[in-house]
């Protein structure tokens, strides 16, 4: 499990690394300063560098003051493809898939999780800025045998709010047994990441993946339970 865990944190880490820009910057004595792919190192007959637009300079070394390598920040007043660039409501909809990982249970009672769950969640939250988020989640959730009523909070970061942005996710709440008499629910917690992509200003598909605790019991009968899960939705 926490091989899985690190992969998978590793991998998002990878994700946020990727969805940073970098340029080379020329910076002119004059206070000019140019953003583009260097053509020519700097040497003692100057610097060629051609632009995002594809126009190509040439500045003598008497010149230029330095060049350098730099993270451009993505300038959302000009890219309008991110969905909640700032406070705001938002929602995430979403369709889940659970697979047990260790045990059901506790003590010499305990058995193989083999089980699995399919899941039906709504999130409604409020931006608080481009980096965070806080929500209240509810959903139903099918065991098989059963079914729960998750109510919980969500809490969202996001490192790099791009066009395609990284998060990381924690949730905390209860897995209520309303359905079933038989089955009583319990503490649900989950944490995981994933990817936002999109679509416009208003409309974004999310996907992502996480560990998922959730308690439960029939009768005198502790079924707690972990689990990994994914989900695939959208957001406006």
Known sequence: MKTILLTFAMLLTTLAAFGQDKMDVVYLKNGQVIKGSIIKPLDAEGVQIMTTESDVYTFSADEVLRVTREVIEHNNMKNKIIVHDGEGFMNITSLGYGFGIGDVGEGRTATDNDGDYFA????????????????????????????????????????????????????????????????????MAGVGGGIQRSINTNFALVASVGYRFQGNSFGTEELNANYLQFSLGFKF
């Open 120 to 187: 039906l969640h709504t999130v409604n939250g409020y931006h608080l800025n481009r980096n965070f988020s806080l929500g209240v989640g509810v959903g139903i959730e099918w065991f098989g045998d059963y079914e729960l009523v998750p109510l919980y909070a969500d809490f969202r970061f996001y490192p790099s709010l791009t066009e395609w942005a990284p998060f990381f996710y924690g949730d905390l709440g209860y897995g209520l047994g309303v359905l079933d008499d038989d089955y009583d629910g319990g503490l």
